[in-house]
């Protein structure tokens, strides 16, 4: 069975600042794994996926992150953040063949200080 | 091109009652999968439908049910409502395997 759990639900940086957003994955299967974003009283919105290939991924708004098989990690960083940046942040993880399940962390509340 | 489309934006009904839920996916995407939303625990998978088939069902009670009809919108219902069901309900549609999500802006149900 497939898990993913994201450290911190509440992260706060500094405008300028790195941002690092942790999520650590579980599965039998090669992963298929996503970062998605939530702004308030919206939908989720694909940031980055990883399926197969390189293993830095580069996404929307300046977002990467590193598929690390062997930590079983795929953490979100951003070199500098951006007030824009406050929302909140899921990784999901899909990859069971023939399926369009995903499962979805508990999501992480980014706050962005002055 | 139409993004994905959830109506009502807002419903509020009590204990007891049953809701009905609607999503148009984005044309050209066969499947349609829902999530329940409530804080703390994230997202959680209710169903997955793919050319009016269920493929794909979370770990929810018989009172959570969905169908697909031919032109790939969906409607998830849930009958005898609780106070726990209260919580954002999003619709999400996708062209094929593993490729992005497009979700809705999503349901959001109250229950009194």
């Known amino acids: 069975a497939q898990s993913v759990t994201q450290l911190g639900s509440h992260v706060s940086v500094s405008e300028g600042a790195l941002v690092l957003l942790r999520c650590n994955y579980s599965?039998?299967?090669?992963?298929?794994l996503f970062w998605y974003v939530q702004y308030p009283n919206q939908g989720l919105q694909l940031l980055l996926k990883y399926t197969t290939g390189a293993t830095l991924v580069k996404g929307i708004n300046g977002f990467e992150a590193e598929f690390k098989k062997s930590e079983t990690s795929f953490h979100l960083t951003k070199p500098s953040a951006h007030m824009s940046d406050a929302a909140e942040y899921f990784c999901?993880?899909?990859?069971?063949?023939?399926?369009?399940?995903?499962?979805f962390g508990t999501g992480t509340r980014l706050k962005v200080l002055a | 091109k139409a993004g994905v489309t959830q109506t009502p934006r807002y419903l509020i009904k009590t204990r007891g009652q049953q809701v009905t839920l609607s999503c148009s996916p984005i044309s050209g995407h066969r499947s349609v999968s829902w999530y329940q939303q409530t804080p703390g625990q994230g997202l959680q998978f209710l169903f997955e439908?793919?050319?009016?088939?269920?493929?794909n069902k979370g770990n929810f009670p018989g009172r959570f049910s969905g169908r697909q009809f031919s032109n790939s919108r969906s409607e998830m219902n849930v009958s005898t409502l609780e106070l726990g069901d209260s919580a954002l309900y999003l619709c999400?549609?996708?062209?094929?395997?593993?490729?992005?999500?497009?979700f809705g802006s999503g349901t959001q149900l109250s229950v009194l």
């Open positions: 999400a549609s996708s062209f094929s395997t593993n490729e992005k999500l497009f």
């Open positions: 599965s039998s299967v090669p992963p298929y």
């Open positions: 999901a993880v899909g990859g069971d063949s023939g399926t369009y399940k995903y499962i």
């Open positions: 439908y793919f050319s009016e088939t269920q493929r």
